[in-house]
């Protein structure tokens, strides 16, 4: 019996050490055929610090509503309000950033989002309605309320009745010297060294202060849900509610924290749409954005980091799809060539299953990157939900959610 | 030695139901003391109050002397006292040490969990008490008993001096509760008190120090073990003479009512289950069926009731194959089941009683009136059920969830027989329920056999197929090895048989 404990731990240490590496390796391996690619088809855009920037513009979005999506699920509670909660957002950053600059922008969308979070909070928690209707309800009262208030307050300032006035936005930083080095390595032609300082530059070049502020809440929540009291609250809120308030966690006191965060994040997510990624409110700007968020909470297996992943790789389609259409059909490639490699590596780990399916995937992608030069965009949008699809598929027994993800809990009436 | 924990006169009503009344208790430092009683009787409730989860409506407790009064488990565990749920409290997606220290965190400035720290208290309170458990090891990957072990953990790393422990044995297999006793032993070796809620009465005289009876919300007894057995304890529970168990004997009848024949089963992915069995029950018979589990009951029960089909042979019920027929034809063709897991296939658990009384019969009158359901007829029976199996509920509109697992299963035994079936499958009719209800269901399904029907009894008990049966098959690997007369077998040879011994 320790002999199989002692096992067990050998193990998880071995893993521990290793994914770093692994990382490292998959990084470079991805970096190499990207390089590759970009030589035989000329798709010059693929590594550019121009595409690496403009993927995380579209990435901090998604990101914030997949990290609010996290922390309401974390706790139990799924939120579909996440798309009102970034049109509250938009609206609300845009006016604050018209008032007084667009930090206070920031902040009144903090303070507003919570705020909407709390409201879904008390109407699912406390009074226990359907989290689906209660989210839906919020989407549809953040879309007309955002009309209403513009109507009343953009419209006399030199707006629209869909759109604000221009605001200002948050400072940008320029790494000096770095920048500029990478970008003349980018400059100079050599293969995968040259393809890595494009991507590189295009994080130091012009980055604005909220995208940097933003980022730094992906190991923040990590480090407050894995590591501190209320994170191991809000997480055993999720998994067994019952244990938690036997053992005298404040279940509901918790859940309404983690939802006041969640519309937090949401929130933000929007002001960085209407403050960063386009110096005006305008109705529709979110664009879905909120549901994809919830969708990247899935491919990211309830992680911070795993949400991460999942916002670049829709962030990054979105980015290739704006900038030069003709660069996905080079990305086609990318994508053919790396399922081939995965397809050689599930076979040599004798997964035949996934093998046969990932070498299906391949050659349908292949097929359609001979035969069809121009990409239709329809099929772009798509992809990314294609591969959380194709995520849940291949990986479903490995995803965690939260054990009492969506499960109303009601707590024990006093002295009863 | 002196009480350390002192119950006196504790009074506790919920609309309609008196669950505790004058309730007395004196509990003594370093022992294990057994509460015993049928399901019902109010060990619970006073289990709920000495915890601080529901609060008396009168009398007093007293801990090392001193009054107290609990007004939510925080403040018993602040006292020392910890329960160890029957129903584990646990979540499978985090470690055992999350698990843990839930609640009782040991943090730094800003609500940092100190993870070393706590790691290194759980590893020495493990240690101490001899409870095999890996800090870091995820719930999900643990058994049964290692969860126990975790929930005990739990009690501990609070500091508790008392330990309540809820039916501990209902969910282990028997090495898993030889593990426990031995943990126990060794928590009250280190001047612990273990206050043991059971109605498993073997299990009680081997490991209680005393032993405290109640009967329908009261204390009624306290004995100690070596003062006492078996017999006197189940009749302290139940306040009366357990009733003869065999108390009439007829010739069964001769027509067929159950007729397999050369019947196989085969899984999907191709372990043959049952290989050839024949067997035949009559009107007026209990067919016992006896054999260590896991030997193909489970698969012959899901045959005849069509669950799963033959892959060879055939079944037929009076004269009909049913080999192709589906669950409902056969149900509605006159068969009751009372299934082995009464929550999983037997009840909608959070459904009203009166609903679950149309489980089974929603295609049939009288609870079915065409297309509807006959809601009026639903309700009569059900009431008619509760009082005469006895079935202690508050009203028939409370969830199932809401009954103790032996009024559940009379419920089920009730509704299985209300139609008077001419065949009743009854999978472990009282697994797990108190020795009163058992009584109950055993003179059903003995009035039902005189009454003619015929009844195939698949149990583990072998009191149960002793006292039952007319005929005791017995299985064995899938085969049926043995008929045998009940009469003229004694026990010794029934357990040859079922390990696939011949016998001489």
Known sequence: ???????????????????????????????????????????????????????????????????????????????????????????????????????????????????????????????????????????????????????????????????????????????????????????????????AAGVLAGFVT??????????????????????????????FCGENPIAAESLGVK???????????????????????????????????????????????????????????????????????????????????????LGALFVIWSITRGRMKTASITAAAALFIGFIYIKVPIIPNEFVTFFPNLATILVLVLLAQKLKPPAMLAVPYREREEGH | MSAIVEIQGIEKKYPGVVANHNVNLAIKKGEIHAIIGENGAGKSTLMKILYGMVMPDSGTILVDGKKVIFKSPQDSIALGIGMVHQHFMLADNASVLENVILGSEPTSFGGVIQVDAARAKLIEITKNYGLDINPDQL???????????????????????????????????????????????????????????????????SIADDISVMRAGTTVASVIPS??????????????????????????????????????????????????????????????VAGVEGNGQSELIEMIMGLVKASSGNVSIMGHDISDSSSREIRDSGVGYIPQDRQRDGLLMSAPLWENRILGHQATAPMANGFWLNKAAAKKDSERIVVDLDVRTPSINVMAAALSGGNQQKFIVGREMADKPSLLIAAQPTRGVDVGAQALIWNQLIEARLAGMAILLISADLDELFNLSDRLAVISGGKIVAVLDPDKTTPEQLGLAMTGEKIA
């Open chain 2, 227 to 288: 003062k006492t057995n078996k017999k006197e304890l189940a009749e302290l529970m139940v306040g009366r003479e357990l009733p003869k168990r065999r108390e009439v004997s007829t010739k069964p009848g001769l027509e067929k009512i159950l007729e397999i024949k050369d019947a196989t089963y085969v899984t999907p992915d191709h372990r043959e289950i049952l290989h050839g069995v024949s067997l035949e029950v009559h009107s007026g018979e209990i067919l016992g």
């Open chain 1, 1 to 195: 019996m320790s002999a199989l404990l002692n096992n067990v731990m050998k193990n998880k240490v071995v893993r521990k050490f290793a994914s770093p590496w692994r990382l490292a390796l998959l990084v470079a391996l991805v970096l190499i055929v990207i390089s590759v690619v970009r030589r035989i088809t000329g798709a010059n855009d693929l590594t550019s610090a121009g595409l690496s920037s403009a993927t995380l513009r579209f990435t901090i979005p998604l990101l914030m509503a997949g990290l609010g999506g996290l922390w309401a699920e974390r706790a139990g509670v799924i939120n579909i309000g996440l798309e009102g909660m970034m049109i509250a957002g938009t609206w609300i950053g845009a006016w604050f950033a018209f008032l007084h600059g667009p930090w206070i922008g920031f902040l009144a969308a903090a303070i507003g989002g919570a705020l909407v979070g709390l409201f879904h909070g008390i109407l699912v928690v406390k009074i226990g309605i359907d989290q689906a209707v209660s989210g839906l309800a919020i989407n549809l009262l953040a879309l007309g309320a955002a009309r209403y208030l513009s109507g009343v307050l953009f419209i006399p300032n030199g707006g629209d009745i869909s759109v604000s006035p221009m605001v200002q936005q948050p400072g940008y930083l320029t790494v000096p010297g770095i920048s500029s080095w990478l970008l003349s390595i980018n400059g100079k032609n050599i293969i995968i060294l040259s393809d």
């Open chain 1, 206 to 235: 012009e980055i604005s202060w909220a995208t940097i502020f933003l980022l730094i809440t992906v190991p923040l929540s990590t480090w407050i849900l894995w590591r501190t009291r209320f994170g191991l609250r809000l997480r």
């Open chain 2, 139 to 205: 719930v999900a990957e643990l058994g049964v008993g290692e969860r126990q072990r975790v929930e005990i953990a739990k009690v501990l790393y609070r500091g508790a001096q008392i330990l309540i422990l809820d039916e501990p044995t209902a969910v282990l297999v028997p090495q898993e509760v030889d593990e426990l006793f031995r943990n126990l032993k060794d928590l009250t070796s280190h001047g612990l008190t273990i206050i043991f809620i059971s109605h498993k009465l073997d299990e009680v005289l």
């Open chain 1, 251 to 337: 279940v509901y006191r918790t859940r309404y924290m983690a939802l006041a965060i969640s519309g937090m994040f949401a929130s933000l997510g929007g002001a960085y749409l209407s403050l960063v990624a386009s110096q005006v409110y305008r109705e529709g700007q979110t664009a879905g954005r909120g549901f994809i968020g919830l969708a990247t909470v899935i491919f990211g297996n309830w992680r911070p980091s795993g949400v991460l992943a999942g916002s670049v790789l829709f962030g990054l389609t979105d980015a290739l799809r704006v900038r030069q259409p003709t660069s996905i059909h080079a990305a086609l490639l990318v994508i053919v060539i």
